[in-house]
């Protein structure tokens, strides 16, 4: 089955790069994104990756994708405060009728600063 | 410009009562999708509908869960005598359409809490 690990928890000091890591499992994944969720909120689509790119970079984030590892990071360039919150990975495939997203359970972004 | 909006935020529900969530999706979307998040976990997908169709609802708990998306109206999930376990946020998502990719934009989601 479809299943996507990242580490649970990340600290940076304000200013640093921040690298989250994710592993997913599923080959036939056409997209896979980064979410952001803020405390009591839903989650904002970051940025997406399709599979068959290994870079993408939107203004302070960069998107890494190693396709043959099944390996995916998020580095975000000069972290700030406001960036503290969950960082959810996840892959879409297409599924029975519909296109579905598997998630994984989220790195927490402390900055400190 | 409303976003995707879902009520109540906050639910607190017995064991053996009912839970009604409701959905509604961003202006001009009919593809609505409901994910669930157990505490320490990430989302995890329960059912798509489009309106009045039930899509894919690989993700749903055999017994006492539905959804619906109505013609008119919010589309609703309904969760007969809770138990604990059910206890999570459930999120809800809407997309333009519903194959390979589209942006599915989340709403603020409704914390569910058994006691």
């Known amino acids: 089955g479809e299943d996507v690990e990242q580490s649970l928890f990340l600290s940076v000091r304000e200013g640093d790069s921040s690298v989250i890591n994710c592993t997913y499992t599923?080959?036939?994944?056409?997209?896979l994104y980064w979410y952001k969720q803020e405390p009591g909120a839903g989650l904002q689509l970051l940025t997406y990756?399709?599979?068959?790119?290994d870079m993408k970079q939107d203004q302070r984030l960069t998107v890494l994708l190693n396709k043959k590892d099944k390996h995916l990071s998020l580095r975000i360039a000069d972290t700030q405060t406001g960036d503290s919150a969950i960082y959810f990975c996840?892959?879409?495939?297409?599924?029975?009728?519909?296109?579905?997203?598997?998630f994984g359970k989220g790195t927490k972004l402390s900055v400190i600063p | 410009n409303a976003g995707v909006m879902q009520n109540p935020r906050h639910l607190v529900r017995r064991r053996g009562q009912e839970a009604r969530l409701r959905c509604s999706p961003m202006k001009g979307h009919s593809h609505v999708y409901w994910y669930r998040q157990l505490p320490e976990e990430g989302l995890k997908f329960m059912v798509y509908l489009q309106k009045e169709n039930i899509i894919d609802e690989s993700g749903m708990p055999k017994e006492r869960f539905s959804a619906e998306f109505p013609k008119e109206g919010p589309s609703i999930l309904r969760i007969q005598q809770v138990v604990r376990g059910d206890s999570a946020a459930y999120f809800c998502a809407s997309s333009l359409a519903g194959l390979n990719y589209n942006e599915q934009f989340f709403g603020p989601g409704t914390r569910l809490t058994v006691l």
């Open positions: 990756i399709f599979s068959n790119m």
């Open positions: 996840a892959e879409g495939y297409s599924g029975a009728g519909s296109y579905q997203l598997t």
């Open positions: 599923d080959s036939s994944s056409t997209y």
